[in-house]
């Protein structure tokens, strides 16, 4: 499979209100809570074939947060690729061009939460 496949995550500490803020700038990027336990989140945007979902995990692990990002394309998408795209694709932009446009801007969105925590950015 090629390089884009997987999730982008990042391990982190910060002194910043985590929930709090992944709260807020899921409001305003329209994610959506899918999930929550005790211990985490996951938010997800786009459910369609234009803007496949994006997903992102927060957990904490009791030393640090797991912050995992990635795009799931649906089963279409990858027919249409013929097969060139993953089910799930990291967004870092080392991962190549396949897929880049909604991994772009999932980077894009992540990057303003991670500028927000006081997190080096995903490049």
Do not use: H
Not at 15 to 40: I, N, P, R
Not at 49 to 54: D, R
Not at 67 to 72: D, G, Q, S, T
Request: hydrophobic content about 40%; cysteine-free; aromatic content about 8%.
């Amino acid at each position: 499979m090629s390089r884009i496949e997987g999730r982008t995550v990042l391990e982190f500490q910060s002194a910043a209100d985590v929930w709090g803020t992944l709260d807020s700038w899921a409001e305003e990027k329209q994610y959506k809570l899918k999930a929550q336990d005790g211990m985490g989140r996951v938010y997800q945007k786009g459910k369609n074939l234009a803007l496949p979902p994006m997903t992102l995990s927060v957990v904490w692990t009791g030393a640090a947060y797991r912050l995992e990002a990635w795009v799931r394309f649906p089963m279409i998408n990858r027919i249409s690729s013929f097969g060139m795209l993953p089910a799930e694709a990291v967004i870092a932009s080392e991962g190549g061009k396949i897929g880049f446009i909604p991994r772009d801007k999932m980077r894009k969105e992540l990057n303003e939460l991670l500028d927000k925590l006081g997190i080096p950015r995903v490049t």
